[in-house]
């Protein structure tokens, strides 16, 4: 599978942004998939995950509550809703995917998302 994740850009602190990855290839709906983001001089970090069905999610603490992740299977489309954006969330998010139980063997290129103060 190829990723491709785009939507990022510039947005005062209290936006709204929703990043997309787009996913090409036939078994998408039969991968876990998963949000990273990686802040300028930092390592990169877990921000949510989505199972194939859609039915078990999981947040990092720092966006639990404010981001919303989501994705169509029939359009082999994922989503991060990222509401209520502070300055810390600034970042290049990057869309991955990989088998139940395995590691993430695709990544997206990544989108720049910067929060002002």
């Known amino acids: 599978v190829q990723l491709q994740a785009s939507g990022g850009g510039l947005v005062q602190a209290g936006g709204s942004l929703r990043l997309s990855c787009a996913a090409s290839?036939?078994?998408?709906?039969?991968?876990?998939m998963g949000w990273f983001r990686q802040a300028p001089g930092k390592g990169r970090e877990f921000v949510a995950r989505?199972?194939?069905?859609?039915?078990?999610?999981y947040y990092a603490g720092s966006v639990k509550g404010r981001f919303t992740v989501s994705r169509d299977n029939a359009k082999n489309i994922m989503y991060l809703q990222m509401n209520s954006l502070k300055p810390e969330d600034t970042a290049v998010y990057y869309c991955?995917?990989?088998?139940?139980?395995?590691?993430?063997?695709?990544w997206g290129q990544g989108t720049l998302v910067t929060v002002s103060s």
């Open positions: 290839g036939r078994t998408f709906g039969r991968y876990v």
């Open positions: 989505i199972s194939w069905s859609g039915r078990n999610i």
């Open positions: 991955a995917a990989g088998p139940y139980g395995g590691a993430y063997e695709a």
